[in-house]
């Protein structure tokens, strides 16, 4: 281990006079090779891109950034939903820190059958976790972000022959009380698609893609209310945020649509009102 040298002036730990304490400082976009364990248990190999911070206290001029690094070079077990809040504790140790944040964004890997032929290939998808502890409470959020398809009802409804479809991306952010693997989330999302998408196909897989998104029209707006819908009635959700961005095929710009909810508070808030 190398030891600091203390002949040499430590300038972020230096009395700072200026009364202000800062939220949040730290380092963002670095990449780390990270394991992450899948519902069945197996360990992914994949490469994190961190966004890291700490509260600053206003007596202190800033904070130490090679300590986030030496986490993150330290920290090299595998990563769960259940273990990433020893890795925001451990962070918030190392910095002598009373609130932290750590954003850890990476591909995801599922192996899928085509519905046909099935045939199998990986499909990648973005996720996210989000830890972070603040006034001694440790939050995690889980974020995915799916490509799906979709097919524009208003399309069909009005043309002679087919309707336009296009590949849409629909994310979903959620903090929960229990939990809940990427997989099943990500499935949950897909079912509210006109069709999912595979990473191979073969012309009978084609054609079964095409018809049932044909059968399963939805507008932007369609799709966020149906997986909010979703969620509403999942107890295990306390809060979320419902996003998808049609890439359309017909214009030069997407089509968009947000939903965002938090259960928990709304809950206190209809109570309150009764009381």
Not at 74 to 90: K, N, P
Not at 159 to 182: C, E, F, K, P
């Amino acid at each position: 281990m190398t030891h600091a040298d203390s002949s040499i002036a430590d300038v972020q730990g230096v009395q700072d006079t200026r009364g202000i304490s800062i939220n949040k400082a730290g380092i963002r976009a670095i990449r780390h090779p990270v394991k992450v364990t899948d519902k069945s248990g197996k360990v992914q190999h994949t490469v994190g891109n961190f966004n890291m911070s700490v509260s600053l206290a206003h007596q202190f001029k800033g904070v130490h950034m090679s300590r986030f690094v030496e986490l993150l070079n330290t920290h090299d077990q595998e990563l769960s939903i259940q273990s990433f809040e020893h890795m925001v504790r451990a962070m918030l140790d190392k910095l002598e820190a009373d609130c932290g944040y750590i954003e850890m964004t990476f591909p995801y890997f599922i192996r899928k059958t085509a519905p046909v032929s099935r045939v199998a290939g990986l499909l990648d998808y973005d996720v996210t976790f989000i830890g972070e502890i603040r006034n001694g409470r440790y939050r995690f959020s889980l974020k995915v972000v799916v490509p799906v398809t979709s097919l524009c009802p208003c399309s069909k409804e009005v043309a002679a022959y087919g309707a336009h479809n296009q590949r849409s991306h629909m994310s979903v952010l959620i903090r929960g009380n229990d939990r809940i693997w990427i997989e099943d989330l990500i499935g949950m999302v897909e079912a509210q698609a006109s069709c999912e998408l595979y990473s191979l196909l073969k012309r009978t897989d084609e054609k079964y893609i095409t018809e049932k998104a044909y059968d399963n029209p939805k507008f932007v707006e369609d799709a966020v209310r149906d997986m909010a819908a979703l969620l509403d009635g999942d107890p295990r959700i306390d809060a979320y945020v419902v996003e998808s961005e049609n890439f359309e095929s017909i214009h030069n710009h997407s089509a968009y649509a947000l939903i965002e909810r938090n259960k928990i508070e709304e809950a206190v808030g209809e109570h309150t009102r009764a009381l």
